[in-house]
């Protein structure tokens, strides 16, 4: 690592916080704060993963040439674990006495960040250096969904094909904001072509349903996406007419508009209009109206502007249903989806969109093609740790780990990889994994009951062959495809060698598509289990217990082996057996 080039450290300390670290022209590492906590989403300061990255790389704060944070306002429910703040409280109230078209006026959210929003979040910002290193550095903010947008912009690459493309960013809502438009530049500059507010967010409803239907919003909205197959169409499209009422794609201002309140008094407004309507229904309907408006949405914006290249980010694109619809039936030559997309994306953003701006006579700045940017163990540390497990597991390292847990899938055992350095965001990518075959649906109940704790609704994922994945997925275009952003309608002849990772009503899959450059060590894993099993893919789950993150620390690994009903662990060159 040269220590001549600049040093950007970017960090998100809202919900899901992260951090990344540029040097150079590279990302050198990006992560995630839950992995060191074992609280998933964790949010606020994210002063382990700060520490980390100032001990790896032989840093300090003061060596770092620049400091920047996503978002410009004081962050809403800042602490970890807080349902409420004032500031929600305030922005609930606003919403329930006055009408939409004066809240979402930008003029009176940017008068709110400039009285309190903007002075209010520096001062955040600024007591948690000194609370957490005893110390007053500079540092700059940055807006949310122009974060968002530079993260997808970051890991397309699209900024070395193409003089121009188009930048969507979606989510529940970020400094005012809810959905951008922008013109990208091949020189990386934005021009931002329409914005809808915090007050009109399609996501914010999805969000909402999510919370009235008594799960977790800004958490489990995938588990209403995962529901939404299995409803018949005819009572899907009356709840999607009954939500269109509520917040739609208004043509003449091309943005989204809303008739719908703010927090708790939207989720009393949807009891009462989804009163006595099957969840199954409510899920399909949500999902439908979703992808109706997002399309709406993106093919106004790419017939207007003639251009047919887009990229897109925040977390109203981690909807992988959606997503698949959009790169099939939007009129887009090409396309990219920004990976784990939620606002841990935004230190990534944040981080790029510096590195552009200071960086003027910069080299080309090298696309991401991996995400696997978190911490890593040698084998001599994972000997260490494992002789305090003595008791508990029999171990044994092997010439050929990859070989070895081939050979036990095979089997049809269930098997955990730790292997590398961890991935980065929402979706476990081989390196921090639980694996099994795909073509014994039997195994999904091992899994469910077992280990994962899963919605008896929710499938699983697949990792599949790059070379292979055109035989398996009808509408396979090689694409966006490394990360599980989309999901593929799986070939007729080839769901029985699926259909572990297949959705049972709709024929689909969520894949990672491997290819040897980017994913070596666990690309020759499955080329093995190919050769012994006649099958290119591997069910892929996230390594972790229910309700907790993907595993981070050595001993959070072995303690998740512990607790659950999972037998086998790969661990870098080490195959790991729980004694009976």
Not at 307 to 317: C, L, P, Q, R
Not at 345 to 373: H, M, Q, V, W
């Amino acid at each position: 690592m040269n220590n001549n080039y600049n040093k950007i450290l970017a960090i998100h300390d809202g919900h899901n916080a992260s951090v990344c670290f540029i040097q150079g022209t590279e990302i050198i590492a990006l992560v995630n704060e839950e992995r060191f906590t074992n609280v998933k989403n964790q949010g606020g300061f994210p002063i382990q993963s700060i520490k980390w990255i100032l001990k790896e790389y032989d840093l300090t704060l003061n060596s770092i040439s620049k400091i920047v944070f996503p978002h410009l306002n004081k962050i809403v429910n800042y602490d970890q674990g807080k349902e409420t703040s004032f500031e929600r409280k305030v922005f609930e109230t606003l919403s329930n006495l006055f009408p939409q078209s004066i809240l979402s006026n930008k003029h009176l959210f940017e008068l709110y960040g400039k009285i309190y929003g903007r002075p209010a979040r520096k001062i955040q910002i600024k007591n948690n250096f000194i609370k957490s290193f005893d110390e007053n550095v500079k540092f700059e903010i940055i807006e949310h969904h122009l974060t968002h947008a530079y993260a997808s912009v970051a890991t397309s690459g699209f900024l070395n094909n193409y003089d121009k493309f188009l930048v969507f960013t979606a989510d529940t809502s970020g400094d005012g904001l809810s959905s951008t438009v922008s013109i990208c530049n091949s020189d990386g500059a934005l021009t931002r072509i329409s914005q809808s507010s915090a007050f009109d967010s399609l996501c914010k409803m999805y969000s909402q349903i999510t919370e009235m239907m008594g799960m977790k919003p800004n958490e489990h909205e995938y588990k209403i996406m995962g529901m939404s197959p299995y409803a018949e169409k005819k009572y899907a499209k009356g709840i999607c007419n009954i939500l269109t009422k509520l917040v739609f794609f208004d043509e003449k201002s091309e943005t989204f508009k809303s008739e719908f309140a703010y927090g708790a008094p939207a989720v009393k407004k949807l009891h009462k209009l989804l009163y006595k309507k099957r969840f199954d229904s409510i899920a399909a309907g949500t999902q439908l109206h979703f992808e109706q408006m997002i399309q709406q949405w993106i093919n106004h914006w790419v017939s207007k502007t003639g251009i047919k290249v887009s990229v897109f980010g925040g977390g109203g694109f981690m909807n992988v249903k959606s997503n698949m619809l959009i790169s099939k039936q939007a009129q887009l030559d090409d396309y990219y989806f920004c990976p784990s997309s939620g606002d841990e994306s935004t230190s990534l953003g944040a981080a790029y969109y510096e590195y552009l701006k200071t960086c003027k006579n910069r080299e080309p700045f090298t696309p991401i093609d991996n995400l696997y940017l978190g911490r890593e163990y040698s084998d001599r540390q994972i000997l260490k740790e494992l002789k305090k497990w003595y008791e508990i597991f029999h171990f044994k390292k092997c010439d050929d780990i990859n070989l070895e847990v081939a050979r036990f899938l095979e089997k049809g055992e269930v098997i955990a990889r730790f292997n590398g350095r961890e991935e980065w965001g929402a979706r476990a990518l081989g390196n921090r994994s639980i694996l099994c075959r795909t073509d014994n649906p039997s195994l999904v109940n091992v899994l469910n009951k077992k280990i994962k704790m899963r919605d008896f609704w929710m499938p699983f994922a697949c990792s599949i062959l790059d070379k292979h994945a055109q035989e398996y997925f009808e509408d396979y275009d090689g694409k966006s495809d490394q990360f599980m952003m989309k999901t593929y309608t799986v070939k007729e002849s080839k769901i029985k060698n699926l259909i572990a990772g297949v959705h049972p009503f709709d024929g689909t899959c969520r894949a990672q598509v491997i290819r040897k450059n980017t994913t070596p060590e666990y690309w020759d894993l499955l080329e093995k289990f190919t050769e012994l099993s006649g099958i290119s893919a591997l069910l892929n789950t996230s390594f972790n217990l229910h309700g907790k993150p993907i595993v981070g620390s050595l001993d959070d690994t072995l303690n998740t082996i512990y607790e659950s009903g999972i037998k086998y662990l790969a661990i870098g060159n080490y195959f790991v057996m729980k004694k009976k």
